[in-house]
């Protein structure tokens, strides 16, 4: 069972910047695509951001030229900074992985169980 520890979450003025960070219990290296997903309030759980094996990375417009997916194989973590933060941005963020095909394919379906996510909120 793989755990995803989640941290970097926090309270947030409207404009604000978050850099959430992703630590998996299994080593990323090159294996997996990660993503980056959230869940606002009475909503359900929706990609954000994701970055390819080989580092190729895609944005929901939900997050498209505010945020950034990022990775440092080095220490085995994804890392997403938010920026412009909106009050529509609370809610948990959680990061997950699917299944890569070459450098930049990847399946639909999230491999392992949701870790406990970190809240983010944003309000004045």
């Known amino acids: 069972q793989v755990q995803v520890v989640e941290s970097g979450g926090g309270l947030v003025q409207p404009g604000g910047s978050l850099t959430l960070s992703c630590v998996p219990s299994v080593t990323i290296g090159s294996t997996y695509t990660m993503t980056w997903n959230r869940q606002a309030p009475g909503k359900q759980r929706e990609l954000v951001a994701l970055?390819?094996?080989?580092?190729?990375?895609s944005y929901e417009a939900i997050a498209k030229g505010r945020f950034t997916i990022s990775r440092d194989i080095a220490k085995n973590t994804v890392y997403l900074q938010m920026n412009s933060l909106k009050p529509e941005d609370t809610g948990v963020y959680y990061c997950?992985?699917?299944?890569?095909?070459?450098?930049?394919?990847?399946?639909?379906?999230?491999?392992?169980?949701w870790g406990q996510g970190t809240q983010v909120t944003v309000s004045s």
């Open positions: 997950n992985a699917r299944k890569s095909y070459g450098s930049s394919g990847y399946a639909t379906g999230d491999l392992w169980s």
């Open positions: 970055i390819t094996s080989g580092g190729i990375t």
